[in-house]
């Protein structure tokens, strides 16, 4: 069974930094690619960031590019999202999701979900 869950979410001030873990099981990790997406109230769930850990390419949405670091560990089959520099337009609901692809894939393509970690960005 394919398993992700998603923790490190909190209450950080604008300019903070916050790290989150996506913690999967249930499937090879290095053939999948894993993507961070949010959600904020009223808005479409969005990408965020995306690594494919067959050879560890990344990509980034505009928005938090040069800020957001996404990195994996295949030993510990976990995937990390470094925040630095945090905004209050950052403040979401956070997901981790995969699918079995060797590219990054966007949300409607994403076949398994873990729960969403809040980040609250206060001004």
């Known amino acids: 069974e394919v398993q992700l869950q998603a923790f490190g979410g909190g209450l950080v001030q604008a300019g903070g930094s916050l790290r989150l873990s996506c913690a999967t099981s249930?499937?090879?990790?290095?053939?999948?690619?894993i993507g961070w997406f949010r959600q904020a109230p009223g808005k479409e769930r969005e990408g965020v960031a995306c690594?494919?850990?067959?050879?560890?390419?990344?990509e980034y949405a505009d928005s938090v590019k040069g800020r957001f670091t996404i990195s994996s560990d295949n030993g510990k089959n976990t995937v990390y999202l470094e925040m630095n520099n945090l905004k209050p337009e950052d403040t979401a609901v956070y997901y981790c999701?995969?699918?079995?692809?060797?590219?990054?894939?966007?949300?409607?393509?994403?076949?398994?979900w873990g729960k969403g970690t809040l980040v609250t960005v206060s001004s």
């Open positions: 999701a995969t699918v079995w692809a060797s590219m990054c894939r966007p949300a409607r393509d994403m076949d398994y």
């Open positions: 249930g499937f090879v990790f290095n053939t999948y690619s």
């Open positions: 690594i494919t850990n067959s050879d560890d390419s990344t």
